[in-house]
C-alpha cells in the first residue's frame, strides 16, 4: 500500500458505541469488539469494518454521520473518548486516524449532546437548528443578472484574509458539543463575523445578527460563559475573538437599527 | 419598549447585564476594600468607626448603595438564572466519559457554583455587621461613632467566621480570575494588543483584593 507504515501493526480495540433505536428511545452503551484494525485507517473507517462485522453477524449496523471524509462538510460528530472529535487539536473525526491509538485500548463514542441536537439514531444527531440560525441571516442579498466581474468590490487582503478565517467554519457542531453550556455562539459568531467584515454583507448586517441570535435562542442553546471548550475543540481553530465580535455586532445593531420589534 | 426588553432578555443581552454588573461589583470591592484597610490602622477603631459612622449616614452612600442592592440583585438572580437555563441546554442525558477539564479550566465552568459560595458569605457577612450596625443599637465608642470595630473583633475571635470568611474569599478570587477578564470579552472588549493586559490586571486584581480581605480575619483571631 503506497504510503502507508510497512512497521504498523494492526490493531484490536475494544469500542463503547452508543446505540439508541429512535429520537425517543432509550438509549445505552454497547460493548463490541473489533479486530485486524490498520493504523492507516481513518476512526470512520474503522467504523465500517464494525459495521461490516455487525451486518455479517445479522445485526443492525451503527448509524453515524459522514460524507466528505475530507474534513471540509463537517457532518462527521464523533464524541470520542470525552472529545468532540476525539482527543486531536485540529481534526474532525474523518481525519483522525487510528495510528493515534494503541492495540487494546478501550474507545468510548457518543454523539454530540444538547437539548438542540435530538439524537436520530444511534450516533447520528439532528443538527438542522443549525441551518435555520443560517436561514435566519446567514446570507447575502445578490443582484440577479449577468455574472458579476471577478473583484468588481475591491477588498483588502486583510480584510479578506480575516474574513475567509471565520468563513473556515464547517457547522461541525463540536462547539456545542463541547460547550458545557451547548451554546453555539462560536458558529453564529463566525458567519455573523464573517459577513459584517466583507462589504457584500452589509446590507443585512443589523436584521442578521438580530435575526440569528433570536433563532439561536429559540432553538434552545445555551448562553456563552466565555469557558473556552469550544475554541480549543473547534476543528478549524476559530477563535473567540469572534464571540466578542458577534456581541459588539448585536449591542450595535439592537441600539441601531430601524427594527422595534 | 418592546427591543429593549427583547435585547436583554435574549443570551446575549442578560450576559451584558452579567458583565456590567460584574464589574460594577468590583468597583465596589475597591472602595469596601480601601474603607477597610483602616481595620489595620493601630488606632483601636478610631479612624474605622469614623468610617463607618459616615458611610451609615452619608445621603450620597445611602442612595448609591440602593445602586448596589440592584447591581447584587441582578448578577445573582440573572446568574443563577443563566445557570439553569444552560443546564437545560445540554439536556438530560450527559457524555458517558467527558474529558471537558482536557480543554477548559474548572473554575471557568464553576462560576454558579463560586457565586453561590460567595452568596452564601454575603449573607452571612451582612447579618455579622450590616445587620447589627443598621437595625440594632450599637454602644458607642469615646468619639460618639458605632462602634463597629468592638464588633469586627468580636466576629473574628470565632474560629468558624474567621474559616467561613477565607473560603469566601477563596471563592471569589476563583470566581475573578475568571470574570474580570471574561467581562470584557463579554462586552466584546477583546483586542490582540489590550487582551493579555487585561487578563493580568484581572489576575493582579482578584489576588490582591481577595488576599487583603482574607487577611483581616486572619490578622484579627491570631493578632488581636
Ligand atoms: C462581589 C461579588 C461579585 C463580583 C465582583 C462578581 C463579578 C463577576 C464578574 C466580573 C463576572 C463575569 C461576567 C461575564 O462573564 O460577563 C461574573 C460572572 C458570574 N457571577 Fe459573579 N460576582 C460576584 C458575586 C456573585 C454572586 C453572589 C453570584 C451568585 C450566585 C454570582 C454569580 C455569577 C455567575 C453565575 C457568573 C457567570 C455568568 C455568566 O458568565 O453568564 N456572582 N461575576
Ligand atoms: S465554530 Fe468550529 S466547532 Fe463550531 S461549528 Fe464551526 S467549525 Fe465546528
Ligand atoms: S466527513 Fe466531512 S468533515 Fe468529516
Known amino acids: 500500500m503506497a504510503g502507508s507504515n510497512p512497521n504498523a501493526k494492526p490493531m484490536n480495540l475494544t469500542l463503547k458505541v452508543w446505540r439508541q433505536k429512535n429520537r425517543n428511545a432509550q438509549g445505552s452503551i454497547v460493548d463490541y469488539q473489533v479486530k485486524d484494525i490498520s493504523p492507516d485507517m481513518s476512526f470512520l473507517e474503522m467504523l465500517d469494518v464494525l459495521n461490516e462485522d455487525l451486518l455479517r453477524q445479522g445485526e443492525e449496523p451503527v448509524a453515524f454521520d459522514h460524507d466528505c471524509r475530507e474534513g471540509i462538510c463537517g457532518s462527521c460528530n464523533l464524541f470520542i473518548n470525552g472529545r468532540a472529535h476525539g482527543p486531536e487539536p485540529g481534526t474532525t473525526t474523518c481525519q483522525l486516524h487510528m495510528r493515534k491509538f494503541n492495540d487494546g485500548d478501550t474507545i468510548t463514542i457518543e454523539p454530540w449532546r444538547a437539548n438542540a441536537f435530538p439524537v436520530n439514531k444511534d450516533l447520528s444527531v439532528d443538527r438542522s437548528a443549525f441551518d435555520r440560525i443560517i436561514q435566519a441571516g446567514g446570507y447575502i442579498s445578490v443582484n440577479t443578472g449577468g455574472t458579476p466581474d471577478a473583484n468588481e468590490i475591491p477588498i483588502p487582503k486583510e480584510i479578506a484574509d480575516r474574513a475567509f478565517e471565520a468563513a473556515t467554519c464547517i457547522a461541525c457542531g463540536a462547539c456545542v458539543a463541547s460547550c458545557k453550556n451547548a451554546s453555539a455562539m462560536l458558529f453564529v459568531s463566525a458567519k455573523v463575523s464573517q459577513l459584517a467584515l466583507l462589504p457584500q454583507g452589509h446590507v443585512e448586517r443589523k436584521s442578521r445578527v438580530e435575526n440569528m441570535v433570536a433563532q439561536m435562542d429559540k432553538e434552545g442553546f445555551g448562553a456563552c460563559t466565555n469557558i473556552g471548550s469550544c475554541a480549543a475543540e473547534c476543528p478549524v481553530g476559530i477563535s473567540l475573538e469572534n464571540i466578542a465580535i458577534l456581541n459588539r455586532e448585536f449591542l450595535a445593531a439592537k441600539a441601531t437599527s430601524n427594527n422595534l420589534a | ?224
Open chain 2, 1 to 224: 419598549m418592546s427591543w429593549i426588553t427583547k435585547t436583554f432578555s435574549s443570551s446575549i443581552g442578560r450576559k451584558i447585564i452579567m458583565a456590567v454588573t460584574g464589574l460594577f461589583l468590583c468597583s465596589f470591592l475597591v472602595v469596601h476594600l480601601v474603607g477597610n484597610l483602616q481595620l489595620f490602622k493601630a488606632d483601636n477603631g478610631v479612624a474605622f468607626n469614623a468610617y463607618s459612622e459616615f458611610m451609615g449616614h452619608n445621603p450620597l452612600i445611602r442612595t448609591l448603595e440602593i445602586v448596589l442592592v440592584l447591581g447584587f440583585g441582578f448578577h445573582i438572580y440573572e446568574g443563577l438564572a443563566l445557570a439553569a437555563k444552560n443546564r437545560a441546554a445540554r439536556g438530560n442525558q450527559g457524555y458517558v466519559v467527558d474529558h471537558i477539564e482536557q480543554n477548559s479550566s474548572w473554575h471557568s465552568r464553576s462560576m454558579a457554583l463560586l457565586g453561590s459560595i460567595v452568596l452564601f458569605f454575603l449573607i452571612v457577612h451582612l447579618y455579622n455587621f450590616f445587620g447589627s450596625l443598621r437595625f440594632t443599637d450599637v454602644p458607642r465608642d469615646a468619639n460618639g461613632n458605632e462602634d463597629a470595630y468592638a464588633l469586627v473583633l468580636a466576629a473574628f475571635k470565632n474560629p468558624f467566621y474567621v474559616v467561613l470568611y477565607v473560603i469566601g474569599q477563596v471563592a471569589l478570587l476563583y470566581h475573578l480570575l475568571h470574570g474580570f477578564s471574561s467581562a470584557f470579552q463579554t462586552l466584546g472588549l477583546t483586542h490582540r494588543k489590550y487582551t493579555p493586559a487585561i487578563k493580568f490586571i484581572g489576575y493582579g486584581f482578584s489576588i490582591i483584593v481577595c488576599a487583603a480581605f482574607a487577611a483581616m480575619p486572619i490578622y484579627f483571631f491570631f493578632f488581636k
